[in-house]
């Protein structure tokens, strides 16, 4: 079936370094692709999506490029804050009922 | 309010206890979803509905396990004689997009978190 595997946290950072949370795919069919963040005390919100080979979805500094060819979705930041701290779940949707399939997620803490 | 509201926010149960709990989606969305988050871990789907049709039902754990939506707006999701492994915190989403459409993002609640003693 539909699966996602993604980077296993904690992921320790510094104010202002890179960020790449990697995401891994396997799908029959064609998905959409979507990245999901979740701060302290909030739900699940969406942050960034792509729904087809080669696109790129982008929002608040974070992109991640749809690569079919190695069925990847990673996501990556040039220089994260501290308010980027959060889980971040990759998934995808797919099939007849639009449900989607997360990864496990992977926690993010930058610290000042 | 304008998003997905769930109820009660925390829920305390001693086993053997049958719970419910309650989703009210965006006014107008045709599709809405339960998922399952254990803790540290990502949602695990559990059952899906369009309007008042429940059209997939496959994540659903077991037969303690029900979910209605009689009027294809609100849910309730009811787990019967509560186990510790039912421990989690309990999601849904609703999108106003029907089944096959698989452009649109999900817009989830702030969840149910169950704790089974």
């Known amino acids: 079936g539909d699966s996602v595997t993604q980077m296993e946290g904690p992921v320790t950072l510094s104010e202002e370094a890179c960020l790449t949370i990697n995401c891994t795919y396997t799908a029959t069919g064609y998905p959409s692709l979507f990245w999901y963040v979740q701060y302290p005390g909030e739900g699940l919100q969406l942050l960034l999506k792509a729904t087809k080979a080669d696109d790129k979805g982008s929002n608040k500094g974070f992109e991640a490029t749809y690569r079919k060819e190695t069925t990847s979705f990673h996501l990556e930041k040039g220089s994260v804050q501290v308010s980027d701290s959060a889980v971040y779940f990759c998934a995808l949707q797919s099939g007849a009922t639009n449900k989607l399939i997360f990864g496990t997620g992977t926690l993010l803490a930058v610290q000042p | 309010g304008a998003g997905v509201s769930q109820s009660p926010r925390y829920k305390v149960a001693k086993r053997g206890q049958d719970v419910a709990l309650r989703c009210d989606p965006i006014?107008?969305?045709?599709?809405l979803f339960w998922y399952q988050q254990a803790l540290g871990q990502g949602p695990e789907f559990l059952t899906y509905?369009?309007?008042?049709?429940?059209?997939?039902k496959s994540g659903l754990p077991s037969d303690r396990f029900f979910a209605e939506r009689p009027e294809g707006s609100v849910s309730t999701l009811k787990i019967q004689r509560t186990q510790q492994e039912d421990s989690a915190v309990y999601l849904c989403?609703?999108?106003?997009?029907?089944?096959?459409?698989?452009?649109?993002?999900?817009?989830f609640g702030e969840g149910s978190r169950l704790t089974v003693l």
């Open positions: 989403a609703s999108t106003p997009l029907p089944g096959g459409h698989n452009t649109g993002e999900l817009f």
């Open positions: 509905f369009q309007n008042e049709a429940q059209l997939d």
């Open positions: 006014s107008g969305h045709v599709s």
